[in-house]
């Protein structure tokens, strides 16, 4: 019973984690693209540009992030946000690292790095603990533990 409770207060906290990172990347690039793509070296050079990045950089992550909240309230979605927040984080994860290798930018990137690193990582433990949890009440279910009668 205690891992089960340590499954449930991992989720969550991998699951709001998620739906803050994503919320303030995309609050960020929504609210000032052109400072957000600055940061790293991107010049927005028309208007089109800068809503594209609006677009690109600001709606997804919020849209992301905000399912992440809704599943984050909702007990039985945990597992489907913890997916989400392991494939969004993952991918980024793989293309940044594969970035940094062809690019040859580790020191400019490893913050991020390692922030998506960490957050990737207690993603696929909480998955990992979730699915634990299923398989005892899976296991639970199919053979529940007997009752001595005290008559």
């Known amino acids: 019973m205690r891992g089960q409770g340590?499954?449930?207060?991992?989720?969550?906290?991998?699951?709001?984690?998620?739906?803050?990172?994503?919320?303030?990347?995309?609050?960020?690039?929504?609210?000032?693209?052109?400072?957000?793509?600055?940061?790293?070296?991107?010049?927005?050079?028309?208007?089109v540009a800068i809503t594209n990045m609006r677009a690109s950089f600001g709606a997804f992550p919020l849209a992301c992030g905000l399912i992440a909240f809704?599943?984050?309230?909702?007990?039985?979605?945990?597992f489907v946000g913890l997916l989400l927040i392991a494939t969004i984080i993952g991918v980024a994860l793989f293309v940044r690292v594969y970035g940094v290798a062809t690019d040859h930018t580790l020191t400019a990137s490893l913050r991020v790095l390692l922030a998506e690193g960490a957050l990737f990582s207690l993603a696929v433990v909480a998955i990992l603990g979730e699915l634990r949890k299923r398989r005892i009440e899976q296991a639970d279910v199919a053979d529940p533990p007997s009752r001595s009668s005290d008559t």
């Open 70 to 78: 809704s599943c984050l309230i909702s007990r039985r979605r945990h």
């Open 6 to 47: 340590l499954s449930i207060w991992l989720s969550r906290l991998v699951l709001l984690s998620a739906t803050v990172l994503l919320a303030m990347v995309g609050r960020k690039f929504i609210v000032d693209p052109v400072g957000s793509a600055g940061a790293s070296g991107i010049v927005l050079s028309s208007a």
